[in-house]
Nanobody, 127 residues
């Protein structure tokens, strides 16, 4: 049974940092796509960052314009974990963050093509 479990959320102040983790069980991230999405209260879910891995070695990353230069997505093959380093956090980043994984190596941040989703971790940024 495949499970994606997010962790690392919390409450911090503007300008601080958090690192989210997405650990997979029953599933390996090699040659797959993993992404982070978020959903703020009253808003639709949106893509934040995505990492596509080709042949287990080459990675391509995609970021929403709103997080470019502040967020970094990365993966640890040995730990079978994907991370989202979030720096210079703003109140607008407040949301439930979800990771998703799938075999489709499509470019961009659309939700289609992801087979598995985690339950989310809450990030709250206060001003």
């Amino acid at each position: 049974q495949v499970q994606l479990v997010e962790s690392g959320g919390g409450s911090v102040q503007t300008g601080e940092s958090l690192r989210l983790s997405c650990a997979a069980s029953g599933y390996t991230y090699s040659s797959k796509s993993v992404a982070w999405f978020r959903q703020a209260p009253g808003k639709e879910r949106e893509g934040v960052a995505r990492i596509n891995t080709y042949g287990g070695l080459r990675h391509f990353t995609y970021y929403a314009d709103s997080v470019k230069g502040r967020f970094t997505i990365s993966r640890d093959n040995a730990e079978n974990t994907v991370y989202l380093q979030m720096n210079s956090l703003k109140p607008a980043d407040t949301a439930m963050y979800y990771c998703a994984a799938g075999v489709s190596l499509t470019a961009g941040l659309r939700e289609t093509g992801f087979d598995y989703w985690g339950k989310g971790t809450l990030v709250t940024i206060s001003s």
